[in-house]
């Protein structure tokens, strides 16, 4: 069959199906040898002592970092690579307005030149994966090919890697097949290709962890958004969290806010003191994405998270902004270009902007770079790229939520969505049913941040913080948002929120972080039918005496900021969602329409 040597043993374990489409596979891309992943510690260890010895990692030092290693990607290839994402299909319709399209046969045209001979000298790494917990009605396999051993390390936290994965699939055919090669990271020659109607991804030139660990934002969101719509269930870019409130009454929630909003700091926020003690709990089912779908028993949308690990952005993460994330960290991680700091006994440690620690004298920044205090500031250059990454199993968070394994998921209670808003937005407030709710998170709106390339700190519509994630026509998303209703006997609630609003001095009106305990109360409460609102033109908001604010040092000034919904600046922010209605003209769904008209009606 196969021409190249490969690991006779794990290859058995796959089916026929597996090893023609890897054998077609190897035919192209020309690898020295194959290699079968099982999965296993020992081969992880073997990976990691070749990967320290070529340089692809540094390995730290290990008492303070046990099992932690380092690693720098090419300064051409620190992010998610938005307008080389295609979605590739016979026609442009099926992608909508808001996706790059490629004719799917010419995208294979494109890219097969690109993959003939790329593994000439490299191995070709075969990754068997789950996404999902092992037998939940919504767990996927994966196969992924690559010639990337940062990558394979990378999937072997973030899935349920090896074994498992052929257990799962049986003699099935029904695996997303993904293709990776790191080329020669050429972003003139770089390319993330999602294929839906044949269920599979070429990538190509990149090593970064959007682009490059196929599991991740290209099957379990992209290629699953379109499954999930054939098929009756979603995939979002939420969290998921359980908050236990005192006496033990479990609530599950999802939240949906665009990248680098602190989706991680939320799902894993600690209770203040005065909660923690009476008995409140913040539990991590996920952090990054969810799957749902309708449980027929109990008429609910029950959630998993497919995903096994945290790919959380480390600036700014620290013991007050995110004590259980620096947990996670602590051991057994993958540190994507933050700072070196060689060491006196020639030992390795990591150092971010904002982290626990002062700036080092001296060290190695993301690039490469000498870097010291002094060359940071006249320079203008970070120490860690500010989209810099650890990579963690989500077993090392102490606060993971008991079901987080649970195949049959949780039921979601709420769904919250937010965005990085400086004005406008208020602190929280409650849709008045689902379909207003689908368009509060149709239409959020979040300043930009660097977890993808392109400018900062401009206000970008992000619908249900999918913008980038949506593998198909966003109406035909928005409808499959719409129907979903209709399945369900009991909807969860939905909210907005929004951490982020400043005084005109440009500060920060809302403490964030673990106070964000005393929003989530009152929303857990209002799903419980326990909480007061008031009717306001934008949903249901908390009078100032409904959000608990003792201890919170806020001026009843920066409350009323906080809490204040000006009618002009609702119109402002109506007029400025026009870009995303005129992106969908003559495409949008009508509720969209009716609940724009009922807001404008309010006012
Ligand atoms: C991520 C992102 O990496 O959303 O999670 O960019
Ligand atoms: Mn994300």
Redesign the pocket.
Known sequence: MLSVQENEVAVEQANEHVRTWVADMAKLCKPDQIVWCDGSAGERQALISDAVEDGTLIELNQKKWPGCHYHRSNSNDV??TEHLTFICTPSEDMVGPTNNYMNDREAYKKLTPLFDGCMQGRTMYVIPFVMGPLGSPLAKVGVQITDSPYVVLNMGIMTRMGQVAWDQLGDDADFTKCLHSVGDVNPDRRYICHFPLDNAIWSFGSGY??NALLG??CLALRIASFLGRQQDWMAE?MLLMGVEAPGGEKTYIAAAF???CG?TNFAMLIPPKKYADAGWKVTTLGD?IVWMWVNPESGRLHAINPEAGY?G?VPGTNGRSNPNAMKCMARDTIFTNVALVPLDDGTYDVWWEDSDWPAPKKCINWEGKEWTPQIGKEKNMKAAHP?S?FTAPMSNNPVLDPAARDPAGVPVSAIIFGGRRSKTIPLVYQAFNWVHGVYIGATIGSETTA??TGQTGVVRRDPMAML?FIGYNIRDYLVHWFQMRKKMSDCPRVFMVNWFRKNDAGKFLWPGFGENMRVLKWIVDRCHGRAYAKETILGWMPRAEDIDLEGLNLDVDDIRELERVDPAEVKAEILSQEELFLKLAGDLPKEMIFQRELLITRL
């Open positions: 992010a998610r962890g959007g991740k934002k870019h665009p990248s680098a989706k990054d790919f952005v989209n990454r977890a993808a980038p």
